[in-house]
């Protein structure tokens, strides 16, 4: 049974929790905007001091990898590396949209989400990008990757093939942006969390699918754009 702290910084939420054998024992969440910096260090500390759980007994630290926030993911993955590197275990990454299906697979499991024909759905997790752009993939009710990630323009021809084969179900904070062009679609609220990312990294820890602290970069899926600010400073 392995014990893993689990963090995901990749959008406006920051999530940290450690998890026994696949489910989370104790976690915290703020939703209050990107101060990821200040926090993740902060829930990490407090998480450790509430459990009674040392920093060596931690078996392997697993990170959402993106795709998401440029900022927020750098700063997830690098605490992450910082960890590992100094406690000498093992870094576990986690992608982002695979995680939040596993979330919603939870919450329908659990009855929090309904949804008719689930076991036929289609299940898109979307992850807010820029204006009408997001980063998506879609899976089976089962959780199994049907498409690559992808960086999408939502239009109302987008994922036609896959929204014709059933219930199309989409979550993440980029989705409810883009309800109304996908007006078949089925929008469910379902939010980033080390929910989803302690079942998957413990499979991996099983797998002893492990990165490299060294050379290990967040999945940015799109090059960083720095823009010039309007503000005259002077």
């Known amino acids: 049974m392995a014990t893993i702290l689990c963090i995901e910084t990749g959008t406006d939420i920051c999530s940290v929790g450690i998890a026994r054998d696949g489910e989370i024992v104790s976690m915290l969440e703020s939703d209050e905007g990107r101060d990821h910096a ?4 902060v829930f990490v500390d407090e998480l450790l001091h509430s459990t009674g759980i040392t920093p060596n007994e931690i078996d392997a630290v697993a990170v959402g990898k993106g795709p998401g926030s440029y900022t927020g993911l750098r700063i ?6 910082g960890l590992c590197y100094g406690l000498q275990k093992p870094l576990i990454a986690i992608g982002s949209l695979d995680a939040l299906v596993a979330v919603a697979r939870e919450e329908h499991k659990a009855g929090i989400v309904t949804i008719e024909d689930w076991d036929k759905a289609c299940l ?11 980063y998506a993939q879609i899976f089976d009710s089962e959780g199994n990757a049907l498409t690559e990630v992808a960086a999408e323009v939502v ?18 904070n980029g989705a409810a942006k883009c309800a109304e062009a996908l007006s078949d679609a089925t929008l ?8 989803g990312i302690a079942p998957l990294a413990q499979r991996a820890f099983d797998e002893g699918n492990f990165e490299d602290i060294a050379y290990f970069e967040p999945f940015y899926l799109k090059d960083f754009v720095v823009t010039t600010s309007k503000k005259k400073l002077f």
Do not use: L
């Open 38 to 41: 200040r926090k993740v260090g």
């Open 76 to 81: 997830g993955v690098s605490f992450a590396k």
């Open 124 to 134: 898109c997790p979307m992850v807010d990008a820029r204006r009408m752009e997001v």
């Open 155 to 172: 239009t109302e021809e987008s994922f036609a093939k896959w929204r014709n084969e059933g219930k199309f179900v989409i979550f993440g």
């Open 188 to 195: 469910i609220n379902i939010t980033p969390s080390v929910r």
